[in-house]
């Protein structure tokens, strides 16, 4: 094995071409700091990756298990929508990293100590015959914590998240407050939860914000 290094480039993913469809855009609530328009890149979490990561991170609780930070991956699927060249990630599962070595103040995802997750993970790839793929991670910034990307973080995202379509999602359960950035930059992306109106599970529910939804507008328009 003389000469030869794995970078990690094999096959090059180029995002299908599909329009944003109409449910995610019904009855979501977005939320960004400083964006107040939607921008080039969007992360949209569905219902059903939202339930996962309430039932992960416990939104709007404080407990000995959120009071620490946690982390997983997303998986779904990376887009671009032809009509506006808007690359949008939609997270339709959220997969804890359980085991992940944890300090108060950074989360390390190796993907070695977390063969639980990861195989998980690959479960859910394979069986969905190429339609789902990693399209980033997920960590929370617990109770007085800011949502933003430490220097540990932004590593990790340069490192293993470097392509402009994978994103990471800074969260803290107790302010209710979240974050995404994508791209080894380490940019702002719109971040948006999909919150279907007359939602039976309140553990979704609880995802509203009454954030102003400019950024809706614009994506509607
Ligand atoms: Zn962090």
Not at 24 to 51: I, M, V
Not at 117 to 122: G, H
Not at 171 to 181: C, G, K, M, S, V
Request: proline share 5%; hydrophobic share 35%; glycine share 6%.
């Amino acid at each position: 094995m003389k000469g030869f290094k794995v970078i990690g480039r094999s096959a090059e993913f180029v995002p299908e071409e599909r329009p944003i469809p109409a449910e995610l855009l019904n009855d979501s609530y977005p939320y960004s700091y400083t964006k107040s328009d939607p921008g080039t890149y969007l992360l949209f979490l569905t219902p059903q990756a939202l339930r996962e990561l309430d039932e992960h991170i416990h939104w709007n609780k404080s407990d000995d298990e959120n009071m620490i930070e946690q982390a997983g991956y997303m998986v779904g699927n990376v887009y671009k929508d032809p009509a506006t060249g808007r690359l949008y990630a939609v997270a339709e599962h959220m997969v804890p990293a359980r085991d992940t070595a944890s300090s108060f103040v950074h989360v390390i995802i190796g993907y070695d100590s977390n063969i639980d997750a990861t195989n998980r993970e690959m479960k859910l790839i394979e069986q969905s015959g190429g339609k789902l793929r990693r399209v980033g991670w997920y960590h929370t910034h617990p109770a007085f914590l800011n949502v933003f990307m430490s220097v540990t973080d932004a590593q990790t995202q340069k490192k293993d998240y470097f392509n402009d379509w994978q994103f990471a999602l800074v969260l803290n359960p107790q302010a209710l407050e979240w974050r995404a950035f994508h791209g080894g930059d380490v940019t702002e992306a719109s971040c948006i939860f999909v919150v279907p109106e007359g939602e039976e599970y309140g553990d979704v529910a609880v995802f509203r914000t009454s954030s102003e939804d400019s950024v809706l507008k614009e994506l509607r328009k």
